[in-house]
């Protein structure tokens, strides 16, 4: 199983994918948060605010750990990553019920540790959130730690270049997940997806949805790894 890993990682075509997820989600996610935000805006909606607050957030996440494994700044890139996914709770909340936006934009600090905590969101989620897999990133991209050691730029020279290929396929598995997510909610919070709405056109709804979906398609196909490594260094 390592060797088929290691191989799926090395893979070159599969890596430009990865890479290419990485960079062309967060975009889109920020195109779409934009639109979103400015219709909320003039709506006065607090649970739309919110949803396009919370992918506005997961899009600068994602397109900042791409930046930062760019120039090998791995440990400081998973801390983003490790914040990714409390986003993609978020987002699944919102997904299912247009009060948990509602609720999370009118929060207080009180009101975020009582209710918005990774352990509260896991709970009240009809997903099954894998929590072995949030503590993992806590211990290498939460508070200090020593099991993030590895991450650090002298640490990880003596470490193989594909390792570092797993950081890449780890944050595309995670914005992949999120695009999900996102896409899911919509029907709640987009115009476009709102018959009564003057905006509805259903097809238009996500902006960039054929292209994700082509990408996404072209990737899972290629990379034989893609949903081999849930956890980084696994």
């Known amino acids: 199983m390592l060797a088929t890993l290691t191989a799926g990682l090395a893979d070159q075509r599969a890596h430009e994918l990865r890479l290419r997820v990485a960079h062309e989600i967060p975009q889109r996610l920020s195109e779409n948060a934009l639109r979103l935000s400015v219709h909320y805006l003039l709506e006065s909606d607090a649970a739309g605010t919110g949803f396009a607050t919370i992918t506005e957030m997961a899009a600068e996440l994602g397109g900042g750990a791409a930046q930062l494994f760019a120039i090998e700044r791995w440990y400081a890139g998973a801390a983003l990553v490790r914040q990714l996914i409390e986003c993609n709770y978020l987002l699944t909340l ?14 207080s600090h009180a009101d975020i540790v009582a209710r918005f905590m990774p352990r509260h969101m896991r709970q009240r989620s009809v997903r099954n959130f894998r929590q072995s897999e949030y503590e993992v990133h806590c211990d290498r991209g939460g508070h200090p730690n020593p099991a993030g050691r590895h991450l650090l730029r002298h640490w990880s020279i003596s470490e193989p270049q594909l390792h570092r290929n797993g950081h890449w396929l780890d944050l595309a598995q995670h914005l992949a ?9 919509l029907r709640l919070y987009d115009p476009r997806m709102d018959a009564a709405s003057p905006l509805y056109s259903p097809h238009r ?14 990737w899972l196909a290629v ?5 081999r490594l849930s956890e980084p260094g696994s």
């Open 94 to 107: 919102m997904a299912e019920d247009r009060a948990e936006a509602d609720g999370w934009m009118r929060s």
């Open 177 to 185: 997940d999120i695009w999900g997510s996102f896409v899911d909610g």
């Open 205 to 218: 709804s996500p902006d960039g949805a054929a292209a994700v979906a082509d990408l996404l398609k072209e």
């Open 223 to 227: 990379d034989p790894v893609a949903d």
